[in-house]
Every structure is written in structure tokens, then in C-alpha cells.
């Protein structure tokens, strides 16, 4: 199955990119992604994903990994926002 | 209540903002509030070195529904009549606005404390980034402990 993942702010600087489509197994989770983004992602670019300060969102929902992954999914890694 | 949340690169006019509410509202307001942010020319904490401009960045329909829950927070705990949040993306250069927030209500007290609450959770919660660039290059900036701190506030914490 496909899933887009989303880079964002500092986390874009680390991926060296701000999107990528990933192939999965069926029936992938969060961690099988993180599994794959290591081999696909530039050195460096893990660690920073794993960040405590870094919050996962599913489908533009934050969710607490781990969590299963459907065909179409948008996973998105956000680091600590900041507006006004 | 009617709200409007604008998520967007070009300008705003605060005149064309506060007549259009004044339109919709009528005579049922007493009060509206509004509050502007700028783009300051001085890097935060670090006095003396000079921001060329601040980049703004966001999820687009995540960062709307972001706001969108802290307005119906603010709705949820002041009689709020119209408010309006406008805050700007892109590239801006010292002296720029970014962000909009008005309120009205039937009384002044609602009305900024809606506008001050809304500004502090834009600050800590809406989903946006930020990244500075001076002639030193580049940084993102992070929400700060007085930020934190005021969000705490509101929850009854210290």
C-alpha cells in the first residue's frame, strides 16, 4: 500500500525533503514506516524524527504512535509549532 | 456566533475587518476588541541582531481546524458575538503584519479576554512555523516559557 509522509519546518531541513510516497507491506504500522523512511531518508534524518518534542499526525489528526496503517494514509511529523 | 478563520499570504486590513463586523453585528455588540501582530525587526531573545524577515509556514487544513479549536474554546468560555482570526504565510519583512484577532461581544471584558486568550493559544497550539533569517542565516523559533506559561494560566495552573 501507499502512504504520504509529510516533513515539516526543521523536520523538512533534517528529511532533506518535504514529502514522500512510501510503499508498505499490508497491514503496515507506524513502526514498519519508521523501518522504511531509515533506508529512504538522508543520515541523521531518523534521530530527528524520534525527537521527544516531535508529534505524529495521522489523516491531520495528532495520534500517539504506534498505530496501523491503511492504503491512502497521510502521516505527517511535526516539530513544536508556534504561530501568532 | 459568527467566525471566520483566514489562512493566507496577502494582507489585511484591520478598517475593512472591524466595518465588515460592524455590519453584521448591528446594535447587539457593545464591544469589539481587536488585536494586530507585527513582524519586529530584532530576533527574539538576542537584542542586537537584526531579523531580514520572518518565514511562515503551515499544514494547510490542519492548521485551520487548529484554529478553529481554539476559537471555539475562547466561545465556549466568553458570550462572544463575531470573531475573526486572520493570520498571514509566507515570507514577511520587518514591520509587517501577521496575525488578526477580533472579538466582539455585548461587553468589553469578553472581548479582550477572547482576544488575549486567542493570541496566547495561536502562540502554543495553532500549527504553524516560524523561521527567522538575519544575515547570521536562519532559525526556527519556538514557542517561549512565558508562552507556555500564560496558556497555563488560563487552565488554572501556575
Not at chain 2, 16 to 21: L, R, S, T, V
Not at chain 2, 45 to 56: I, K, M, P, S, T
Not at chain 2, 76 to 104: F, K, M, T, Y
Request: hydrophobic share 45%; with cysteine.
Amino acid at each position: 500500500m501507499k502512504v504520504e509522509v509529510r516533513f515539516f519546518a526543521s523536520l523538512r531541513d533534517a528529511a532533506g525533503l518535504d514529502v514522500r510516497e512510501v510503499i508498505l507491506p499490508d497491514e503496515a504500522s507506524f513502526d514498519s514506516l519508521m523501518n522504511a523512511l531509515e533506508h529512504e531518508l538522508q543520515a541523521g534524518a531518523l534521530d530527528a524524527l524520534r525527537a521527544d518534542n516531535v508529534r505524529v499526525a495521522l489523516n491531520q489528526e495528532l495520534t500517539q504512535p504506534p498505530f496501523e496503517l491503511a492504503e491512502g494514509d497521510e502521516v505527517a511529523f511535526l516539530p513544536p509549532v508556534t504561530g501568532g | 456566533m459568527h467566525r471566520e478563520i483566514r489562512v493566507q499570504e496577502q494582507d489585511f486590513s484591520v478598517a475593512a475587518e472591524y466595518g465588515a463586523a460592524r455590519e453584521r453585528l448591528g446594535a447587539c455588540a457593545g464591544a469589539v476588541a481587536s488585536f494586530v501582530g507585527l513582524v519586529r525587526d530584532l530576533r527574539s531573545g538576542a537584542a542586537d541582531e537584526a531579523v531580514e524577515a520572518l518565514c511562515l509556514e503551515h499544514y494547510p487544513g490542519m492548521t485551520e481546524r487548529s484554529i478553529e479549536a481554539i476559537v471555539a474554546e475562547a466561545a465556549g468560555r466568553w458570550p462572544l458575538l463575531d470573531v475573526v482570526v486572520i493570520h498571514r504565510v509566507g515570507r514577511l519583512e520587518p514591520a509587517a503584519q501577521i496575525v488578526l484577532v477580533q472579538a466582539a461581544s455585548a461587553h468589553r471584558s469578553a472581548a479582550f479576554a477572547a482576544c488575549e486568550f486567542i493570541m496566547d493559544y495561536l502562540k502554543t497550539e495553532a500549527v504553524f512555523w516560524k523561521r527567522e533569517e538575519s544575515r547570521d542565516g536562519a532559525r526556527w523559533v519556538e514557542a517561549t516559557a512565558e508562552d507556555r506559561h500564560r496558556v497555563s494560566d488560563w487552565n488554572g495552573g501556575g
